[in-house]
């Protein structure tokens, strides 16, 4: 048996930086895998691939700190977090993710692949 993982289909962050770069010249991040696709065609030879998704969760006390966790996966090496979408995903972080006072709850998605060979 062989086992891969992946941080997942980043669904919840790719919305995010979707919505805090809107309207801006800045390139779209990727929201799919060419390597999830590829590793999925591979196990595909020796078997039948089952995906497990697990879900974690990035916790924080303020929406400031969530927002800061994460702004540099939002950012990617490509683009540049500005005021207004350090406002933007504070706002989108305070609308989403509050839980309760003193606590912002992020899910984020992971992936565990495994193949038996047949």
């Not at 060419?34 to 006390?61: D, K, N, Q």
């Not at 490509?78 to 992020?106: H, I, K, N, P, W």
Request: one cysteine or more; aromatic letters at 10%; charged letters at 20%.
């Amino acid at each position: 048996m062989l086992i891969i993982t992946f941080k997942g289909g980043a669904r919840e962050l790719a919305e995010l930086a979707a919505l805090v770069f809107s309207g801006t010249n800045a390139a779209p991040r990727e929201t799919g895998s060419r390597e999830y696709e590829a590793t999925l065609s591979l196990l595909a030879e020796f078997g039948a691939p089952m995906v497990a998704r697990v879900y974690s969760h990035i916790v924080a006390e303020t929406a400031e700190e969530l927002a800061g966790f994460i702004s540099p996966w939002l950012a990617g090496s490509s683009r540049t977090m500005g005021a207004d979408q350090t406002a933007r995903l504070q706002e989108a972080v305070e609308a989403r993710y509050f839980v309760s006072c003193g606590l912002y709850v992020l899910p984020t998605e992971h992936l565990f692949i495994s193949v038996e060979r047949q």
